[in-house]
């Protein structure tokens, strides 16, 4: 049982850092602060972490895990046909782990900061392919690959556009309007296809 504890100790640190990110914002956060909002030492943090650059990769490596796992999870449930496991895709890109409101203010300033940071930008780059890899394989099932790489493109500029204007509004995520949007999108594509591919 011991040995559970750095991890959760890890675990704490990395919530309070998002705690203390959408009060402070990225470029204002510190060690002490995160370590003040865990109810913990400074050493601590610097013990697992190392420095503040450590504690941000840890808390981004967090955020970009749990998008991965609720992408996994929606696309486990959901049936197998293309439909399905787009609409599981914008499920998961829309999930509470990625709408709640520390989250939000986490990913925007991790966005702002992947400009000025190669190394997050790289974090940042390799998750935009991982979706666009993700939905272009889907739409490639029933379209033409150039059609596909287009429908694919559109949905993840959608995702994104989404996720970003509900982010900016200051209010509460309405994860379900856009989810229908975005389903929308999948549905027109898809039936676009279908339509062209009748005799």
């Not at 990225?26 to 030492?41: R, Y």
């Not at 697992?48 to 486990?76: N, P, S, W």
């Not at 190669?118 to 939905?135: G, M, V």
Request: aromatic share 6%.
């Amino acid at each position: 049982m011991r040995k559970d504890i750095p991890e959760r100790r890890k675990e704490q640190l990395i919530n309070a850092a998002f705690e203390t990110i959408g009060k402070a914002g990225l470029a204002g956060i510190t060690l002490s602060q995160v370590a003040k909002q865990a109810g913990m030492s400074t050493g601590i943090v610097s013990h697992y972490f190392g420095d503040k650059d450590g504690l941000l990769d840890a808390t981004m490596r967090k955020i970009l895990r749990d998008l991965r796992d609720a992408v996994a999870e929606r696309r486990a449930q959901a049936a197998d046909d293309t439909q399905s496991q787009l609409l599981a895709i914008v499920e998961g890109n829309f999930h509470l782990s990625q709408t709640s409101q520390n989250s939000m203010r986490a990913w925007l300033a991790f966005w702002a900061a992947s400009m000025h940071s190669t190394y997050l930008r790289r974090l940042q780059r390799a998750n935009d392919r991982r979706l666009y890899s993700n939905i272009s394989h889907q739409f490639q099932r029933v379209l033409a690959r150039q059609d596909a790489r287009t429908a694919a493109q559109g949905l993840a500029a959608l995702i994104d556009g989404l996720w970003l204007r509900g982010s900016l509004t200051g209010q509460d995520f309405d994860a379900q309007q856009a989810s229908l949007i975005a389903r929308d999108y999948v549905v027109q594509k898809l039936s676009s296809s279908l339509s062209q591919t009748k005799p």
